[in-house]
């Protein structure tokens, strides 16, 4: 029961306190400046039921994820492709390493601006602008997972004769593992926040749209609505899928 | 079972000269010599593990390696690795381990892990055995187990068994052929007659 007890202390009643405490707080600055540059928290709540209620934050919450997702998935294929193979071939990686420096370093406003010239302002140009940025960061992240790969187990599947899939089930992936998950919660962080972007730039629908929307209307509780609920989302995500992933992934180190 | 290797080189240093070797069933046989004389290099590439300077290798007999390290799957039960390899069949307990088939190998000392190598080779059902310093870093109560368990192997099994070691009373205790493995390159030299060097 102790040990029970300290877990959903540990699990849920610290983080739920740590929220209700910022509420608070914010609560209280918004109250004592009693500015409309700082919307309270009950004022944030009801712009939020009138977004709710209208459909408009489920429809442009929702057109913000389905873009979220694909170009998530694309630059995860991508970059975890590209990675995986500089990782494992030497001259590759040094003829390719300044492109990816290069890669790394270019602006997200110049690869949306550049994409959206270049494609026209249409949903395949925001989505790739949005790969793009994230295609250097996952292929950096798993090319060190590559380089990091045990040869010593390597061989072992030489030796007992694991077919590939095997070898990749059962020897590369788990110690892949960790480098994709760190990968897959950078990217979704990262991606979300260029969606906003191009979606202000280009679009005229989803979150950032709306949140330009409301900048010009000056209406800070709604930009709040759309900000803080797709955070939520984000939340939700890395609560019930990624960290899930990782417990499973790092059981047998007994963490 | 007979192996031919031309020489092996690493970069723009010759590690063997060519060798030729026959391997009878039912022997073991001791690769003896110092460290870094080449004895892992040949285990590798009888194991199919390492081409020679001309670029082949041969191999395609199912042959089982216990390697330096125990080099086991981390994230695998100790069951599970042994099964990486084939069917348990009763392994784990006829090499004392018995209770440790759902731990993880990080619960294991050095010497269980080893026997737990050692019963994935096993569990392999290989035309050939090769053991690369089976009995490094093992106390001597171990040492003696596993040597008892490497000649009942020999005498029930009917496959040839290499193991590379430095120490000649491995050789001495297990009744094997001592092949040495000196110079640079190295070249084989032995005493039994099956066993021939080619320059």
Redesign the interface.
């Known amino acids: 029961m102790t040990v029970c007890f300290e877990a959903m202390v540990k699990d849920v009643i610290t983080p739920v306190l740590s929220t209700l405490a910022l509420l608070t707080l914010w609560a209280i600055l918004a109250l004592v400046l009693h500015s409309r540059y700082l919307p309270a928290p009950t004022e944030v709540a009801l712009a939020f039921v009138s977004e709710l209620s209208s459909g408009a934050l489920l429809y442009h919450g929702g057109i913000t994820f389905l873009r979220v997702l694909s170009a998530f998935l694309l630059a995860m294929t991508v970059g975890t492709g590209l990675g995986l193979a500089l990782g494992r071939n030497a001259k590759a990686n040094r003829f390719f390493d300044p492109w990816l420096i290069l890669a790394l370093n270019i602006p997200a406003l110049v690869t949306i601006v550049f994409c959206y010239l270049w494609m026209g302002i249409n949903e395949a140009a925001a989505i790739t602008a949005v790969a793009l940025n994230k295609i250097p960061n996952t292929a950096i992240t798993m090319r060190e997972g590559a380089r990091a790969l045990d040869p010593?187990?390597e061989?072992?599947a030489?030796?007992?004769?694991?077919t590939g899939w095997q070898k990749f089930r059962?020897?590369l992936w788990?110690q892949l593992e960790p480098f994709m998950a760190a990968s897959v919660r950078s990217g979704l962080a990262l991606i979300w926040k260029i969606v906003l972007i191009v979606e202000l730039i280009g679009r005229s629908n989803g979150v950032g749209f709306q949140i330009n929307l409301f900048f010009g209307q000056f209406d800070l509780a709604r930009i709040l609505v759309y900000t803080l609920g797709f955070m939520a989302v984000v939340f939700i995500i890395e609560a019930l899928a990624i960290k899930p992933w990782e417990k499973r992934a790092r059981a047998?180190?007994?963490e | 079972m007979e192996f031919s290797f031309a020489s092996k080189t690493f970069g723009t240093r010759k590690i063997l000269g060519p060798i030729r070797l026959s391997l009878p069933k039912g022997t073991v046989t001791a690769l003896m010599g110092p460290s870094g004389s080449g004895k892992t290099t040949l285990l590798r590439l009888m194991a199919g593990l390492e081409r020679d300077d001309t670029g082949t290798n041969p191999i395609t007999a199912k042959i089982g390696m216990m390697f330096q390290e125990p080099r086991l799957l981390p994230w695998k039960t100790v069951l599970e690795n042994v099964e990486v390899a084939g069917p348990e069949n009763g392994l784990l307990e006829s090499l004392g381990l018995e209770g440790t088939a759902n731990l993880f190998p990080r619960h294991l000392s050095l010497g269980m892990a080893r026997r737990v190598a050692f019963a994935r080779a096993l569990a392999f059902q290989p035309d050939l055995l090769l053991l690369d310093e089976p009995f490094a870093s093992l106390d001597d109560a171990l040492v003696e187990r596993m040597r008892a368990m490497i000649l009942a192997l020999r005498d029930t099994c009917d496959i040839p068994i290499v193991i590379a070691t430095h120490n000649k009373d491995d050789a001495l205790a297990l009744d094997a052929q001592r092949l040495a493995l000196n110079g640079s390159p190295a070249e084989l030299r032995a005493a039994e007659s099956h066993c021939d060097q080619h320059m």
């Open positions: 010593g187990l061989d072992v030489r030796v007992y004769r694991l059962q020897v788990p047998w180190r007994g």
